[in-house]
């Protein structure tokens, strides 16, 4: 599912993505951010403020997971 399209303004990340995978993505998609999904359910989002902090933390882009960085999306009442 890693850079698949679920509409014309929003590009999704997998959580099992590595950061590398995201930043290719922003970068190429022209996005400063991507939705986070396991399966078909958004989960999060993504930032490049966040893959800039994990980076200045010294995060291995290439090891680590986006799941493990991914800013959690807030509840939504049903």
Do not use: C, F, N, W
């Not at 022209?30 to 200045?56: K, M, N, T």
């Not at 010294?58 to 991914?70: H, P, Y």
């Amino acid at each position: 599912m890693t850079g698949t399209t679920t509409s014309a303004a929003t590009t999704t990340v997998h959580v099992r993505d590595h950061l590398a995978a995201a930043a290719y993505l922003m970068k190429h998609r022209a996005v400063s951010a991507l939705a986070v999904v396991r399966g078909d359910r958004r989960v999060g989002i993504i930032s490049e403020a966040d893959l800039a902090a994990a980076a200045a933390h010294g995060t291995d882009l290439e090891r680590t997971r986006v799941g493990q960085l991914v800013s959690q999306l807030p509840p939504v009442a049903s």
